[in-house]
């Protein structure tokens, strides 16, 4: 069933970046990355007291509840310098780079996590690489939107927040209730959410929020909450260096609704590094 979660979880984080973006457009990324926070908030404690795992809080191990804190840090930190890309450059640039923190998470679960390199993790791994590659290649003609690489600082930042976020996570979650493990990772990301927006004195600008900004943030949040459930429900199960993987295909579907919704579309290059990133995963799952 894990790995039914993790495919949950891709397609909820790639709904997330299509609402996000939208949502974000006329509105400070840190703010509107606070006000996303308080309805995943919400929405992982309703989850909690559903299951009824409220109970076992006090059950919670010190080093599992540390590392629970560490993963919402690094969480957070994600967050904040994703939401900020995917502001200042196109979806189908952020994503890819944002995604390339799957080698990264792969590499830390075989250092840290003691997870076996097999072969077709390897080749697997290979193959999103190259597919990731291929996908922030841009053509020599578009040096015109050399003007301004702030976006790729901070979607570089991302993936590596999310990679150690996996990891973390995994270890923090191990002998915690899945989706309590989330609520907890989730109060640490409102904290420092709502830490930078009042360190940058941008509470103020809740009043000029429109209408529609608010519906796609607030729906933005609801799919992050999906996503976030799925996904640490199936890492508390599977391998983080197999899971991870599957999470990142969401950028399957943030491609197909940033070309529906956003009009943005892929160069042949990029289509092509798309197709290393599903044949990549694929093998991941298919063991030979």
């Given at each position: 069933?894990?790995i039914v979660?993790a ?12 609402l996000?973006?939208?949502?974000i457009?006329?509105?400070?990324s ?8 308080i309805i995943?908030?919400l929405?992982a404690?309703?989850i ?6 409220q109970?076992?809080?006090g059950d919670?191990?010190s080093?599992?509840?540390v590392f629970?804190?560490l ?8 967050w ?5 890309a995917?502001?200042l450059?196109d979806?189908n ?5 944002d ?8 590499l ?10 097999t ?8 193959a999103?690489?190259i ?10 003609f578009e040096?015109?939107e050399v003007k301004?690489?702030?976006?790729f ?5 991302s993936?590596?927040?999310a ?8 270890v ?16 640490v990301?409102l904290i ?12 103020h600008?809740i009043?000029k ?6 519906i796609?943030?607030?729906?933005s949040g609801?799919a ?5 459930l799925?996904y640490?429900?199936a890492?508390?199960?599977?391998q983080?260096s197999?899971v ?8 399957l579907v943030?491609v197909v ?5 956003l009009?943005e579309?892929?160069?042949?290059k990029s ?5 290393f ?10 063991k030979?």
């Amino acid at each position: 069933m894990w790995i039914v979660f993790a495919f949950l979880s891709a397609l909820f984080a790639g709904i997330t970046c299509i609402l996000a973006k939208i949502g974000i457009k006329s509105t400070n990324s840190h703010l509107a990355t606070a006000l996303r926070t308080i309805i995943v908030l919400l929405f992982a404690w309703l989850i909690v007291f559903v299951v009824g795992s409220q109970g076992t809080i006090g059950d919670i191990g010190s080093k599992s509840l540390v590392f629970l804190i560490l993963s919402g840090l690094s969480t957070g930190a994600s967050w904040i310098c994703y939401f900020k890309a995917l502001q200042l450059g196109d979806v189908n640039k952020v994503a890819p780079i944002d995604k390339s923190s799957t080698v990264l998470t792969m590499l830390l679960a075989f250092t840290f996590l003691g997870e076996t390199p097999t072969a077709n993790k390897l080749i697997g791994m290979c193959a999103i690489a190259i597919g990731t590659y291929l996908m922030i290649q841009k053509k020599q003609f578009e040096q015109k939107e050399v003007k301004d690489r702030k976006w790729f600082v901070y979607a570089a930042l991302s993936a590596v927040f999310a990679a150690l976020t996996s990891i973390l996570g995994k270890v923090g979650i191990e002998n915690v209730e899945s989706n309590l493990g989330t609520a907890i990772r989730t109060i640490v990301v409102l904290i420092m959410a709502w830490g930078i927006v009042f360190f940058e004195g941008k509470q103020h600008d809740i009043k000029k929020i429109d209408k529609k900004s608010w519906i796609f943030i607030l729906l933005s949040g609801f799919a992050t909450g999906f996503s976030w459930l799925f996904y640490y429900r199936a890492l508390k199960d599977g391998q983080a260096s197999i899971v991870a993987p599957i999470d990142k295909l969401s950028i399957l579907v943030t491609v197909v609704f940033a070309y529906v919704f956003l009009k943005e579309k892929l160069s042949k290059k990029s289509l092509l590094g798309l197709a290393f990133l599903i044949l990549g995963t694929m093998l991941l799952i298919f063991k030979f």
